[in-house]
């Protein structure tokens, strides 16, 4: 099946840094969403976005839904040991019907 | 309230067996998905269902795998003669229905190994 490109695929960072990570599709959604995943669980929702050009945060997190429909980025301030994890992308709508594609993924490690 | 359970957590079984997941959504989500995710890989659509119907099964990788949900509620997944490439985390998510607005809630997971 279709995937989105992600990137970077992993990141080391210190904590207290800021991170961005980026996906991108050559097909347009109409919803663009970010997970975060910890070993052994499955991913968890952390912001959803629905309207191009939109722009979301959840605390630390701020998400924004490309203006092209093909883009989205996620960006983390301040980081924290807790940050660590697997991020996907995932989109759907446009002309996907009801199917959700998934990004490859970015795996962020952080160093205290 | 509960989330989406998956049972077994984990299975390990020979190549050539038959095995069966089984995905409890949460109470009153009408739209069921499942997805795999090989090891360090991102997430592969397999199927969804609206109730107990699958309108598109084209994601399923091949036509070992089968799946079905009875009453609206549970939904088994069943991989036939498995491979040793059918071995993955096979994820399942329930929503309150099949539209891009709603969102997906991700059971933990069953992690196949097929030997």
């Known amino acids: 099946g279709q995937q989105l490109n ?6 080391f960072i210190q904590e207290g840094e800021d991170v961005s990570m980026n996906c991108t599709s050559s097909s347009i959604f109409n919803t663009w969403l970010w997970y975060k995943q910890d070993p052994g669980e499955g991913p968890v929702l952390l912001i959803a976005l629905y309207k191009a050009g939109e722009l979301t945060s959840n605390g630390r997190l701020t998400a924004q839904f490309g203006i092209t429909r093909k883009d989205s ?16 992308c995932a989109g759907l709508g446009g002309g996907t019907g009801n199917q959700f594609y998934f990004g490859t993924g970015t795996s962020l490690t952080v160093i205290p | 309230g509960a989330g989406v ?5 984990n299975k390990v079984t020979e190549k050539g067996k038959d095995v069966e997941l089984r995905c409890d959504p949460i109470s009153g989500h009408t739209a069921l998905y499942w997805y795999r995710q090989s090891l360090g890989q991102g997430l592969e659509f397999l199927i969804y269902f609206q ?3 699958a309108p598109d099964k084209s994601g399923l990788p091949s036509d070992r795998f089968s799946a079905e949900r009875t009453g609206g509620s549970v939904s088994t997944l069943t991989i036939q003669r498995t491979q040793q490439e059918d071995s993955a985390v096979y994820l399942c998510a329930s929503s309150l229905d099949v539209s891009w607005r709603e969102t997906q809630y991700f059971g933990p997971g069953t992690r196949l190994l097929v030997l």
């Open chain 2, 51 to 53: 109730g107990n119907s």
């Open chain 1, 73 to 88: 980025f996620l960006n983390i301030s301040a980081s924290i040991p807790s940050d660590v994890g697997i991020y996907f």
């Open chain 1, 6 to 11: 992600q990137s970077p695929q992993s990141m």
């Open chain 2, 5 to 9: 359970s998956q049972s077994p957590s």
